[in-house]
């Protein structure tokens, strides 16, 4: 039987991918802010606002999976645009901690924002498609985590209080969130969350 010329199914859904973070990349160019922050510069703003407790500073190089030097000079610079305040651990003074000003803030909040065509994208989307894609999305994540080729993340799959497939009689909400002690489905699960509490180790 002839298929359907093309690359294969991991190739195509690798390469739509690539091209979705393009447009999400490009989205995020045509707005660069008053702050003009480098990528790296966002993503320190976001890491940061995602737990606004004083984080160390070696806690972001292992988060963004960078080197010392590289976070060191973003910081610098996200210090001079007064978004980011630095002071010495009061648990060990040899290290440093980091905390986001209410400008930092602020810019973080903008920077999580959806671009108008994005979201629009988005929301094309049946909610069955969407719960399908944030399965498979949480899916991939977990297991580039486990095999360290990226950073761990603050999701439902890495968390304490996930409990899968906790409620099989209801197909719409099978899940359930210690925390919030709530049932929920997959189009409720979360690639980020402030209360997330990493899973014992198998």
């Given at each position: ?19 979705l973070g393009q ?76 905390t986001l000003t ?96 990493p899973a014992p180790?198998?």
């Amino acid at each position: 039987m002839p298929s359907v010329p093309g690359l294969p199914p991991t190739e195509q859904l690798v390469t739509g991918l690539a091209r979705l973070g393009q447009a999400i990349r490009i989205g995020a160019r045509r707005d660069p802010g008053p702050y003009a922050l480098s990528e790296l510069q966002g993503d320190i703003v976001s890491f940061l606002a995602g737990d606004l407790r004083p984080r160390r500073q070696s806690e972001v190089v292992r988060a963004l999976a960078s080197t010392a030097p590289t976070i060191s000079d973003a910081v610098r610079t996200l210090l001079a645009k007064e978004l980011v305040e630095r002071e010495r651990d009061a648990l060990d003074s040899r290290a440093v901690v980091l905390t986001l000003t209410p400008a930092g803030v602020a810019e973080a909040e903008r920077l999580t924002g959806v671009s108008p065509d994005v979201r629009a994208a988005i929301s094309a989307l049946a909610p069955d498609d969407l719960a399908a894609m944030l399965r498979g999305t949480t899916t991939i994540i977990r297991e580039l985590q486990d095999r360290r080729a990226i950073p761990v993340t603050r999701m439902c799959l890495t968390c304490r209080f996930f409990a899968p497939d906790a409620h099989p009689e209801d197909p719409a909400r099978p899940h359930h969130c210690l925390f919030a002690d709530a049932p929920f489905g997959d189009a409720e699960l979360r690639v980020t969350c402030s209360d997330h509490e990493p899973a014992p180790t198998p």
